[in-house]
């Protein structure tokens, strides 16, 4: 199969699954991987927004760095398949308990029946209010230095954002910069960040000026341009899903779901990995609590057989 064909197929109703991922992108496809290799039934149901959605290339993740996500998602698509683990492009818009587990509605397709479910729903990044933010997101603009840092290293760096986080990763940002300009609110406490050379910009961001996608500066509330050549978002992520709170999952302050490292939650039968547990993730961290949580729901899944025996 080629490598950027997607492996949708549309089961029926009838159809019983042991697992349902909802959720396709590096949490939700490595759980399916493990389980599918341990002759689960599974199906993934994936909307095909990724919080990494319109970044180019990802970088750190071992053998792949500097691959495209869509690539990466691609690729784990074609290992799954190998293991007979059907995935459905679609958005899940409800899941509740049954006789059997739970039923997961799918929009556009027939309800879906399963033992176990996975939330790998992920998060979203809701960008700041900025006219031109969207043309560089991704690009020259990006939320983390250590996916980031190396292809904006050495230009003057701009960052905004969320005011409790600004401090420390203005100075954070000096590992790859020394030229690094923070924009921070009348109230942010800045001394830290001036005692390591950091220039502080107290005037307000009113719209990113940009030229074909290429980031040239901040324009200020007073119509003035801070140049710069790269751009760092702070505090960005939210939970990318609902579906915890109907299910009655607990979560955590953020807003994210609880779970332990297992990805196990406060709902039985209910599992959380990734992104959707996490924000702070990077892709290796999604596929690893992928792996975790695939594993222990497995044993869950044995003792119940084993049980019925
Ligand atoms: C701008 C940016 C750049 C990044 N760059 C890097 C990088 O270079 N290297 C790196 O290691 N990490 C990077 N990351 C972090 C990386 O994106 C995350 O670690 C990773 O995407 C988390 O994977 P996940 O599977 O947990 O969730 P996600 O990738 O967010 O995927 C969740 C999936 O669930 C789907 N979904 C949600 N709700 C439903 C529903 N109801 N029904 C069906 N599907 C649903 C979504 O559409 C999405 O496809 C970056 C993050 C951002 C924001």
């Not at 039934?41 to 319109?54: K, L």
């Not at 750190?60 to 799954?80: C, Q």
């Not at 587990?101 to 700041?128: K, N, S, Y």
Request: proline share 5%.
């Amino acid at each position: 199969m080629d490598a950027t064909e997607p492996a949708t197929s549309t089961p029926s109703s009838t159809d019983r699954f042991d697992v349902a991922i909802v959720g396709g992108s590096m949490a939700g496809l490595t759980a399916a991987l493990v389980l599918g290799r341990a002759r689960r039934r599974v199906v993934v149901i994936d909307a095909g927004h990724p919080m990494n959605e319109g970044v180019a290339h990802s970088q750190g993740f071992p053998t792949r760095d500097g691959v495209a996500p869509t690539e990466l998602v691609a690729l784990l698509r074609d290992e799954v398949a190998v293991y007979g683990v059907t995935v459905i492009d679609g958005r899940v818009g409800a899941v509740a308990r049954n006789d059997e587990g739970f039923t997961v509605a799918v929009d556009g397709h027939e309800d879906l029946v399963a033992r176990r479910v996975v939330l790998a729903t992920g998060g979203r990044v809701d960008l700041p209010d900025l006219p031109g933010l969207a043309e560089v997101w991704g690009g020259d603009a990006a939320n983390c230095p250590y996916c980031h840092g190396w292809e904006l290293q050495d230009r003057r760096l701009a960052l905004i954002g969320d005011q409790t986080k600004v401090p420390m990763m203005a100075r954070i940002l000096t590992q790859w910069s020394d030229d690094i300009v923070a924009f921070a609110g009348a109230a942010t406490d800045m001394a830290a960040a001036e005692q390591a050379g950091i220039e502080v910009e107290r005037r307000v961001p009113v719209r990113i000026v940009q030229t074909g996608g290429r980031l040239q500066g901040i324009e200020v509330d007073d119509g003035t341009v801070v140049p710069c050549g790269g751009l760092f978002v702070v505090g960005l992520p939210v939970a990318g899903s609902s579906l915890a709170v109907g299910l009655g999952a607990a979560l955590d302050e953020h807003g994210f779901v609880a779970a332990d490292r297992e990805g196990v939650t406060s709902v039985p039968g209910v599992y959380a990995i990734g992104s959707a547990v996490d924000p702070t993730h990077q892709l290796t961290g999604a596929a690893d609590s992928g792996t975790r949580a695939a594993r222990w729901l497995n044993h869950d899944l044995i003792e119940e057989d084993l049980a019925a025996r």
